[in-house]
């Protein structure tokens, strides 16, 4: 286990912003692997969005005993008990006072000594102007990537997760339609007004932007790219054209709800256009 139990609290050198249904936790996974980087025992810290999004700190509380609940069952599945050390920094991490500056620091205190420290949250690429501000100061010498899907695939996929979750199945089209017209699928991916916001911080040599395709057709590419970004040296990576999430194929969305969609996200398919032109979004697919 690449751990330092004595490790001192530090913020992270690199961090996945994004966005929501697109390849993140692919990415983690990924880079989890490779000897020169650490992640935390559980992916999404949260920090930033906790801070700024007040909506979110409805849902935290349940990430993180869902986290600590997945972390236990890895373990046990493998015969194992978790280690001490690891038991040791679940009950830090998850004491209050949770999502302070310190706590932040605190997530990845067990990272060793050479390494890289990474935060892969998605949630946030959503952060309001205010809290993009806040990550510059915060992080001033950090570097990102932001993986963008294709707008209509990515809301679709976050329907079908949210309905899955509620154990919802629409029966009509008309079900789907008033379905489709949940703002959060729009809030999620709108790239529209999130991607200026990070853009107006951090140019091209902090924050590299990469289309979802790109992953399924040319995953060692990808990796290839983000360690070249991030200064690591090559790996040999498992699994890289595995699927993290099956696809949910008892859900199957209308031809006119995802109509609806891409009429609804029109502007995001302009915006992407003129902000990294055609080439870039002929490879959301």
């Not at 029966?171 to 007004?193: I, S």
């Amino acid at each position: 286990m690449n751990w330092d139990p004595e490790g001192k609290p530090r913020k992270p050198d690199f961090l996945c912003i994004g966005a929501q249904k697109a390849g993140t936790t692919w990415l983690s996974q990924m880079l989890s692997q490779h000897p020169g980087v650490w992640t935390p025992p559980f992916k999404e810290a949260q920090f930033f969005n906790h801070r700024f999004i007040e909506e979110h700190r409805k849902w935290l509380p349940w990430h993180f005993r869902r986290s600590r609940q997945n972390i236990e069952k890895r373990w046990t599945s493998r015969g194992q008990e978790v280690p001490a050390e690891v038991v040791s920094y679940m009950d830090r991490v998850t004491r209050q006072p949770m999502f302070t500056n310190h706590w932040y620091k605190l997530v990845f205190a067990p990272a060793p000594a050479g390494t890289k420290a990474i935060d892969v949250t998605p949630e946030y690429s959503t952060l309001p102007q205010e809290g993009v501000d806040f990550v510059a100061k915060f992080l001033p010498r950090a570097k990102f990537v932001y993986i963008i899907r294709h707008p209509v695939d990515r809301a679709i996929s976050q329907l079908k997760m949210n309905l899955t979750r509620k154990g919802r199945k629409p029966a009509t089209v008309e079900e789907w339609l008033q379905e489709v017209e949940d703002p959060v699928l729009m809030q999620r991916g709108d790239y529209l007004n999130y991607v200026p916001r990070w853009s107006g911080h951090f140019g091209p040599d902090q924050l590299l932007y990469l289309p979802f395709g790109r992953i399924a057709r040319d995953p060692l590419g990808v990796l290839r790219q983000i360690e070249d970004f991030f200064g690591l040296n090559p790996h040999d990576y498992r699994d890289m054209g595995k699927k993290v999430f099956a696809s949910g194929h008892a859900l199957v969305v209308p031809d006119k709800a995802r109509a609806r969609l891409r009429e609804k996200l029109e502007p995001q398919f302009e915006f992407l256009e003129r902000q990294f032109g055609p080439e870039f979004v002929s490879q959301f697919r």
